[in-house]
């Protein structure tokens, strides 16, 4: 089976082709394609936009096609920035704008004594058929926020997100180290359970 990802993250389509490898007979980009299309992500919840993404696409290419959503969740945020993780400081896109955010935000909270850092990083993952069902797959990785950038691999809040698992960033890990742990690699990981 070929697949197409409706994706244009650079980063999101190396990691995804890397964990997909030898279970498709293809996998190919929007760029392969020549699709250049921005999809609005106007659902509520990682599941709803990735099935938006997903769909979307399916039905241009008539083929299956697979999509991410992922954010950053904190618990003293109360789960922000979640769906809004790639825009949280607004348009245009920007991590260091993103990460900037996110700290100013806990720093404010901290006035009062220290508050609960404990994160999670969560992606659904779905692949889409062109006649509109699909499965999905979910998957969490936590850490805590460290207020010192520590990496240069990864991207968005990868050098602010210290992995338990890991005992260092996601942004002081090397690939293979993230893809075990990560949570696309989890969600998937559940996807191909269920394909």
């Not at 089976?1 to 990691?15: D, G, I, R, W």
């Not at 797959?137 to 991207?155: A, K, L, V, W």
Request: proline residues 3%.
């Amino acid at each position: 089976m070929k697949a197409v990802l409706a994706s244009n993250n650079k980063h999101k389509l190396v990691e995804i082709k890397t964990m997909l490898e030898g279970k498709f007979e293809d996998i190919l980009t929007l760029k392969d394609l020549n699709i250049d299309i921005e999809i609005e992500e106007n659902g509520s919840t990682f599941e709803e936009n990735s099935y938006i993404k997903a769909s979307t696409i399916a039905k241009m290419t008539g083929m299956p096609a697979i999509a991410d959503d992922s954010g950053l969740c904190v618990a003293v945020l109360n789960g922000e920035p979640n769906i809004y993780s790639a825009r949280y400081a607004g348009e245009p896109c920007d991590d260091a704008k993103n990460n900037k955010k996110l700290l100013d935000k806990i720093h404010a909270l901290e006035k009062d004594g220290p508050v609960d850092r404990t994160a999670y990083f969560q992606s659904v993952v779905v692949l889409c058929y062109p006649d509109g069902s699909y499965i999905s797959g979910s998957g969490r990785t936590y850490g805590q926020i460290i207020d010192e950038y520590r990496g240069n691999n990864g991207f968005g809040y990868d050098p602010l997100f210290l992995s338990d698992e890991l005992g260092k960033t996601f942004g002081e890990a090397v690939m293979d180290e993230k893809n075990t742990i990560s949570h696309r690699s989890r969600a998937l990981k559940d996807l191909l359970t269920k394909l």
